[in-house]
Each structure stands twice: as C-alpha cells, then as structure tokens.
Nanobody, 117 residues
Framework: QVQLVESGGGLVQAGGSLRLSCAAS????????MGWFRQCPGKEREFVAV??????????LYADSVKGRFTISRDNAKNTVHLQMNNLKPEDTAVYYC????????WGQGTQVIVSS
C-alpha cells in the first residue's frame, strides 16, 4: 500500500519560511515525478511545484505564483520530496498536498500552512 505522509506545516508570519517534507512508502518513486499541490481556502487545488527525473538529470517546474520563493528538492535514497518555502505571503495559506506519479497518481493527506499578515 502506497502512502505519502507530509510534515512541516504550521503557522508563520508573512515573510517567514517553512520547509515541507513528504515521505513515500510502499513504492519507490526515485525515477518518477514527485511534487506539491495546494488548496487555498475557497479555491480549487492548484499546482505548486514538481521534480521530474529525465535520465541522469532532475528538472523542476514551478507555478508562477511561487517561482523565486519556493524550492522543491528530492532525496531519492530516502524516497522523500521537500518544499522549501521562503518569503511566505498570506495568499500562500493553504493545505499543501504531496503528489507522486507511477502508473497512477498518489496523494498525501495534506498539511496545513497558515501565513499571518
């Protein structure tokens, strides 16, 4: 059974930082895309960032709203993906979901991030 477990959410003031982590179990995702989505209050779930393995290289892609502030990284040895979030804004308040793809899409249960102004 595949499980994605997020951690690292919490309450932070605007301008602050948080680091989210997602640990996968039940399947190795070292060669497959892993990333993050978020769902802001009253809005649909939206893409945040993804890391993709292509041969020996790792590519990353970000939503325009977080580009330059968020950094996605992965540790294949630990089957984990991280999201470093800097210069957080109140509009970053959301439930953040880890996602991994391997024949199907796997979702974590989400971790709450609240950014106060």
């Amino acid at each position: 059974q595949v499980q994605l477990v997020e951690s690292g959410g919490g309450l932070v003031q605007a301008g602050g930082s948080l680091r989210l982590s997602c640990a996968a179990s039940g399947r190795t995702f070292s060669s497959y895309p892993m990333g993050w989505f978020r769902q802001c209050p009253g809005k649909e779930r939206e893409f945040v960032a993804v890391t993709v393995i292509s041969g020996s290289s790792i590519s990353t892609l970000y939503a325009d709203s977080v580009k330059g502030r968020f950094t996605i990284s992965r540790d294949n040895a630990k089957n984990t993906v991280h999201l470093q979030m800097n210069n957080l804004k109140p509009e970053d308040t959301a439930v953040y979901y880890c996602v991994a793809l391997h024949l199907k899409t796997y979702w974590g249960q989400g971790t709450q991030v609240i950014v106060s102004s």
